[in-house]
């Protein structure tokens, strides 16, 4: 019995597609795991925790498809250079806020609900 993947790997470009893929996806199982750990570290509290790393998670659920749509209609290189940049934006802010002073949130009072948990 042959091995299928020998047949989808003969492909030209296959395996760095592949390995690539692979690499890329690595910090959308981990960034919820970070998430929680980095704030029940520093606040003591999970339910802030899982309240941000939800949030992550149903907005990474809903913008990857549309990413993708944009990917298949534009190429990957015009479509995720800007992404990757929006994405070390948004860790930023939420390092940024976390690591401020106790009670106080670089969020806007109009902010979501996980934000606006810093604010005093």
Same mark, same amino acid.
């Given at each position: 019995?042959?091995?299928?993947?020998r047949e989808i790997f003969r492909a030209p470009g !296959?395996?760095?597609f592949? &390995? $690539?893929?692979?690499f890329a996806r690595l910090p959308i199982a981990m960034a919820p795991i970070g998430i929680v750990a980095m704030l029940s570290q520093t606040h003591g509290e999970y339910w802030l925790a899982g309240a941000v790393s939800a949030?992550? !998670?149903l907005t990474?659920? &809903? $913008?990857a498809p549309q990413i993708s749509r944009l990917v298949d209609r534009m190429g990957q290189s015009r479509v995720l250079i800007p992404a990757t940049i929006i994405s070390v934006i948004a860790f930023?802010?939420?390092?940024t806020a976390t690591n401020g002073r106790p009670?106080?949130?670089s969020c806007p009072p109009s902010s979501p609900p996980p934000c606006r948990a810093f604010l005093p």
């Open positions: 019995m042959s091995n299928p993947y !296959a395996k760095g592949s &390995a $690539a893929g692979f949030t992550f !998670a990474n659920a &809903a $913008a930023a802010a939420l390092i009670g106080h949130c």
